[in-house]
C-alpha cells in the first residue's frame, strides 16, 4: 500500500509534471473531484490541513513566570528580612501568601490564555471545493490532497496545488516569496528545475488571490506544504506587550516612585526619632507591600478576554486584545452599504428592455413575469444570467444552498424561477474564456462556445456595458446604439437606482470565431435588472446610538449615488440633509471643509477608500472601517480598527481585519464599540478601586509612623488585604457590563495613558477619604479611649478592610442613581463581597489562623465602632462628588 510519503516522493516536482499525471497518482477525476465518502480515509493516511502552531507556554513555565513579578521578589525580600529579624511566624506566613499568590495568578493566567483558544477556534477558515461533482464549502483543515479547489479574487490559498485552469489569475505570493508584486499564473508544464518564486503553475498555502479565477489540484497538505515547512521550522517567538500592559506597567511604575518617597521620609524620620532598626525596615516593607496592586496585570487580561468572549457571543470576533482598547476610541465608522446597512437578502425586483419595464412582485413565482414585446430579448437575459455567473447551489437536507456573490446568487435564483434547466445550458454552452468582475472594470464577460460558433455574455454596470455596446435590442429587432437610446437606458437606471435598487445591464454577441482575450467590443445590449437590497431598519436605532456617543458615520460604496442616497434616507444616516460626493469628484481637489461635510461617498475606488481613511487619521480622527473584497484589504490594514464582513467577506479581509462581523450587520459594529467602551472603563473602574485602595494603605502606614503611633498595619495584614479585598472585587468590577451612560459621552483618545491627571486626582481624594476616618477614629482609640496598641491595630484592619469592600460603590458617575447602577447590577460584585468577608471571617473566628495574620476577638462595642469607621468614606465620597462635581 502506498503511504503518504510514498506518495509525496512519487509527486514531487509537480510543476514539471502533467495535471492528468498527478491526478492519476493521487486516485482522483478532475470533472466529478473527490467523493466525500473517501475524505476520512485521506485525512487518516494524510492529516488534517493545519501545522504545529507555535509552541505556547507549557503550564509549568506560566507557574514559574509567577515568582518573576515584583510582588513576590518584594515579598520574598520580606520573608528574608523576617526570617532574619527571627520572626518566624511572620516569615513562614508570608511564604504562605507568596504561594497564595502565585496560584491564585497561575489560574488566571490558565484562564486567561483558555479563552483566548476559545475565541480563536471560532475564527474557522473556509475553502471552496469540488467534490461528488458539486461545488462545496468546507473547512480548510479537511482539505486533503487530490481535492479540486476552487479560487477566486478574495480567497486564501488553504493548500499547496497544481493549477487545471486560470482565467486572469494572480497571486500575492509576498508572504512567502517576499516579492511585492502580483505572479500571474499558468498552467503549463516547466521542464526546467526553478525556483520557487518561478514555479508559475503551483500555488501555495497562505498566499492570496487577487485577480482572476481558477481550479487546482491539491498536492501538498499541512507542515507538507512551503508554508508549513518554514512553520515547522521557526522557534516560538516572544510575544511582546500590549500598549495596555505597557500602560499598566507604567502606573506600577509611578506607584513605586510615589512608595520610594514616602519610604525615604519615613526611613529619615525614624532614624532621627530614634526607633529601632527592625520596626523601620518592617514599616518600610508595608509601604513597599501596600504599594504594588499584585492582581492588576492578570485582572486586566482576565477583564479584556471576558469582553472578547461576551463579544464573540453577539456576532463580533475580536483577533488582538490590543484592538479592544482601540475599539473605545473610535470617532468615524466608515461602512459599506450592501449587507452592513441593508439586509444582504438581494432579489431580482425589476427587468428592463428597451420599451418594456416588469416588475416582480413575488420571489420564487413566474407567473408574475409577463412578457409583451421582448420575449427573445428575455431569453438571451435568462441566459446571460446562467452562463456570466459563478455563483453554484447544492442540495442540503431538502433545501438549496447557494455558494458565491449575492448579486450572482439573486441570478441563479431568479434563473430557477424560469423552470429553465440550467445545467443542460451550461453543457450547451461550454465556456472557453473569462474576463473576470474587478473593481476597476465593474464588468465580468464569459466565452462560449455554440453550434453557431461563439458565445459571449456579459454583465456589468450600466455606464460601463454600455460603452462595450454597438447594438441593443429592440422588441425582436437588434439595432445600432444611438446616444440616444444610451441616454434613455442610462437615465431609466438613474430613476431604478434612485428609487434604492441596484442595476446591472446584461448583453451578448455571437459570432462563428471570436478572438479568447478582449471579447469585449461590439456587444448587443439585451437589457437592465434591478436588484433590490432592502435596509436594516434597526440600523436607525444604531446609527442614533453613534450620533449620542460623538461618532460620525460615513457610507463609502462602490455603488450609484442615487442607490446610496436613497438608503442613506431611509435609514436616517444623518440627522441633516445626507451630503453625497461621487468618486470621481475626489480625483479633483476638493476643500477639507466639503469631505467633513459629506456623509456618503458613492463610485468609490479601493485606491479612495484608503485615501479618505488616511485623510481622516492624518486630521486626529480614530478610523473604523468596514470591508469585503481583497481590494478592502489595504483599507482594512490602515485603519486603527479593521472590520471584515463574516458573511460575504474574502479571507484576504478577514486575515487583514482586527475584527470579523459573523453576521455583517452594522448594528453589530456599534455593539462592539459599545462594548469596547465598556471593557475599558471597567479596566478603568478596577484600576481606580485598586489604586485608591492601595493609596489609603500607604497614607496610612506612613502617617502612623510619622505620627509615631505605638501601633501600625503589619506587612502581612496588608497582604492580606491586598489578596482578599483588593484582588477578588477588582476582578468583579472588571466583568460588568456598563451603564446607561456608555454610548453618550465623546469618544476617549487611545493615545492617552489610562489614568488621567484628572483621575489621579480622583484616586488621590478617594484614598484620603478613605484613611482619613481611620486615622482619626485609631487615633480618639488610642489617646482618648486607651485602647491598647493590638486593639486599634485589629479596628485599623477590619475598618480599612470593609471600607474597601465598600468603595465600589463610590466608582459609579453621580450622574446615576447610588442604588442603581453597573455596580448594584453586577451579581460579581456581590459574590465578591461575600467570597471576601467570608474569608475575614474563617480568620477572625479560626485559630491558629487568626494568630498568623494579629487578630483577636472583639467585642459588640468594637464592631460597632469599625462599622461606623468603614461606612464613613462612602457617605463622606459620595457628599464630595454631589457638592464640589470635581470627580465624576
Given amino acids: 500500500m502506498t503511504t503518504f510519503k510514498d ?140 481535492d479540486v479547489l476552487v479560487l477566486e479574487a478574495g480567497d486564501i490559498v488553504m ?17 512567502l516569496t517576499g516579492e511585492s508584486l502580483p505572479v500571474e499564473k499558468k498552467i503549463e508544464v516547466i521542464k526546467n528545475e526553478v525556483p520557487l518564486a518561478d514555479k508559475i503553475n503551483l500555488i501555495f498555502k497562505g498566499t492570496s488571490v487577487v485577480k482572476g479565477n481558477a481550479r487546482a489540484i491539491v498536492t501538498g497538505t499541512g507542515v507538507h506544504t512551503e508554508l508549513g515547512k518554514i512553520t515547522h521550522m521557526v522557534a516560538t517567538a516572544k510575544q511582546g506587550d500590549t500598549p495596555l500592559e505597557k500602560k499598566i506597567q507604567g502606573i506600577t511604575k509611578i506607584l513605586m516612585v510615589v512608595t520610594a518617597v514616602f519610604a525615604g521620609i519615613f526611613i529619615i524620620t ?79 425586483n425589476k427587468l428592463m428592455f428597451f420599451d418594456e ?43 438549496k444552498k447557494y455558494l458565491g456573490d ?10 430557477n424561477t424560469s423552470k429553465v434547466n440550467v445545467e443542460a445550458i451550461n453543457a450547451t454552452y461550454p465556456r472557453i474564456a473569462e474576463e473576470p468582475f474587478n473593481s476597476e472594470t465593474k464588468l465580468m464577460a464569459t466565452l462560449h462556445k455554440n453550434n453557431a460558433g461563439n458565445f459571449v455574455a456579459a454583465k456589468g ?130 476643500s477639507d471643509k466639503k469631505l467633513f461635510a459629506a456623509t456618503i ?44 464582513m463574516g458573511i460575504r467577506g474574502t479571507q484576504v479581509a478577514k486575515e487583514t481585519a482586527a475584527m470579523i462581523l459573523k453576521d455583517d450587520s452594522f448594528t453589530s459594529i456599534v455593539t462592539a464599540i459599545m462594548q469596547g467602551r465598556v471593557i475599558f472603563k471597567n479596566i478603568k473602574n478596577f484600576l481606580m478601586y485598586l489604586l485608591s485602595c492601595n493609596l489609603s494603605e500607604i497614607f496610612i502606614v506612613f502617617f502612623y509612623g510619622l505620627l509615631n503611633f505605638p501601633f501600625s498595619v503589619l506587612p502581612l495584614q496588608i497582604l492580606f488585604l491586598n489578596l482578599v479585598t483588593d484582588i477578588f472585587p477588582a476582578l468583579a468590577l472588571g466583568l460588568g457590563k456598563g451603564n446607561d451612560l456608555i454610548m453618550k459621552i465623546p469618544p476617549r483618545n487611545p493615545q492617552q495613558p489610562i489614568v488621567i491627571k484628572r483621575d489621579w486626582f480622583t484616586i488621590n481624594v478617594y484614598a484620603v477619604l478613605l484613611a482619613l476616618p481611620i486615622l482619626l477614629v485609631t487615633w480618639y482609640c488610642s489617646h482618648y479611649l486607651k485602647y491598647d496598641a493590638k486593639l486599634c491595630n485589629n479596628i485599623t484592619f477590619f475598618s480599612l478592610a470593609l471600607s474597601q469592600l465598600w468603595h465600589v460603590l463610590n466608582l459609579p458617575s ?25 474569608i475575614m471571617a474563617v480568620f477572625y473566628f479560626v485559630s491558629p489562623l487568626n494568630n498568623y495574620i494579629g487578630l483577636q476577638k472583639l467585642s459588640i462595642d468594637t464592631w460597632l465602632i469599625i462599622t461606623f469607621t468603614s461606612m464613613t468614606p462612602v457617605f463622606l465620597i459620595q457628599l464630595f462628588k454631589r457638592i464640589f462635581k470635581i470627580i465624576d
Fill in 7 to 146: 506518495t509525496l516522493d512519487i509527486i514531487e516536482n509537480t510543476y514539471s509534471k502533467k495535471v492528468d499525471v498527478i491526478a492519476n497518482l493521487l486516485d482522483v477525476d478532475l470533472k466529478t473531484g473527490l467523493q466525500e465518502r473517501s475524505i476520512n480515509d485521506r485525512i487518516a493516511k494524510y492529516g488534517l490541513n493545519s501545522y504545529r502552531e507555535q509552541k505556547q507556554k507549557s503550564i509549568l513555565l506560566i507557574l514559574f513566570e509567577q515568582f518573576k513579578s515584583p510582588i513576590i521578589l518584594l515579598l520574598v525580600v520580606a520573608a528574608g528580612f523576617s526570617f532574619f529579624f527571627e520572626d518566624w511566624l511572620e516569615g513562614f506566613s508570608i511564604i504562605a501568601v507568596i504561594f497564595i499568590t502565585v496560584v491564585l495568578g497561575f489560574i488566571m493566567e490558565l484562564q486567561a490564555r483558555n479563552s483566548m483558544k476559545a475565541l480563536k477556534k471560532m475564527d474557522v477558515s473556509v475553502s471552496k471545493v469540488w467534490r461528488d461533482n458539486s461545488l462545496k464549502e468546507i473547512q480548510a483543515e479537511r482539505i486533503v490532497p487530490g
Fill in 406 to 415: 449575492p448579486i450572482e446568487i439573486a441570478l441563479l435564483q431568479f434563473v
Fill in 601 to 644: 461617498f458613492a463610485r468609490v475606488t479601493p485606491k479612495q477608500k484608503l485615501a479618505m481613511v488616511s485623510f481622516y487619521q492624518k486630521h486626529g480622527s480614530i478610523v473604523a472601517m468596514t470591508g469585503d473584497g481583497i481590494n478592502d484589504a489595504p483599507a482594512l490594514k490602515k485603519a486603527d480598527i479593521g472590520i471584515a
Fill in 461 to 590: 454596470a450600466v455606464e460601463k456595458l454600455i460603452d462595450t455596446c454597438s447594438f441593443y435590442s429592440a422588441g425582436d429587432r437588434v439595432i445600432p446604439l444611438t446616444e440616444a437610446a444610451k441616454k434613455d437606458f442610462l437615465n431609466r437606471a438613474e430613476t431604478i437606482e434612485a428609487q434604492g435598487s441596484k442595476v446591472l445591464a446584461f448583453a451578448f454577441k455571437e459570432a462563428a470565431n471570436i478572438p479568447t482575450t478582449n471579447f469585449l467590443s461590439g456587444l448587443t445590449l439585451v437589457g437592465l435588472i434591478g436588484f433590490l437590497d432592502p435596509p436594516r431598519m434597526e440600523v436607525v436605532e444604531a446609527l442614533q446610538s453613534c450620533r449620542n456617543a460623538g461618532i460620525k458615520v460615513i457610507m463609502i460604496t462602490g455603488d450609484h449615488p442615487a442607490t446610496a442616497l436613497n438608503i442613506a434616507e431611509k435609514i436616517k444616516l444623518s440627522e441633516k440633509d445626507n451630503v453625497v460626493i461621487n468618486g470621481k469628484e475626489l480625483d479633483s481637489k476638493l
Fill in 814 to 838: 453621580r450622574k446615576i442613581s447610588f442604588l442603581n447602577n453597573e455596580i448594584t447590577r453586577n451579581k460579581f460584585t456581590w459574590a465578591a463581597s461575600l467570597l471576601c468577608i467570608s
Fill in 357 to 399: 419595464d416588469i416588475t416582480i412582485a413575488k420571489k420564487g413565482d413566474d407567473s408574475s413575469i409577463v412578457i409583451n414585446k421582448n420575449k427573445g430579448a428575455y431569453e438571451k437575459l435568462i441566459l446571460i444570467s446562467i452562463l456570466c455567473n459563478n455563483a453554484a447551489s447544492e442540495q442540503k437536507e431538502n433545501k
Fill in 159 to 175: 493548500a499547496d496545488a497544481r493549477l487545471i485552469e486560470v482565467n486572469q489569475f494572480e497571486i500575492d505570493e509576498s508572504a
Fill in 270 to 348: 525614624g532614624l532621627l526619632q530614634g526607633k529601632q532598626f527592625y520596626l523601620i525596615v518592617e514599616t518600610a516593607l508595608a509601604l513597599a507591600v501596600a504599594a504594588i496592586p499584585e492582581g492588576l496585570p492578570v485582572v486586566s487580561i482576565i477583564a479584556l478576554t471576558y469582553g472578547m468572549l461576551r463579544l464573540a457571543k453577539k456576532n463580533v470576533l475580536i483577533k488582538r486584545l490590543a484592538s479592544v482598547e482601540t475599539l473605545g476610541g473610535v470617532n468615524i465608522i466608515f461602512t459599506d452599504k450592501t449587507g452592513t446597512l441593508t439586509e444582504n437578502k438581494i432579489d431580482v
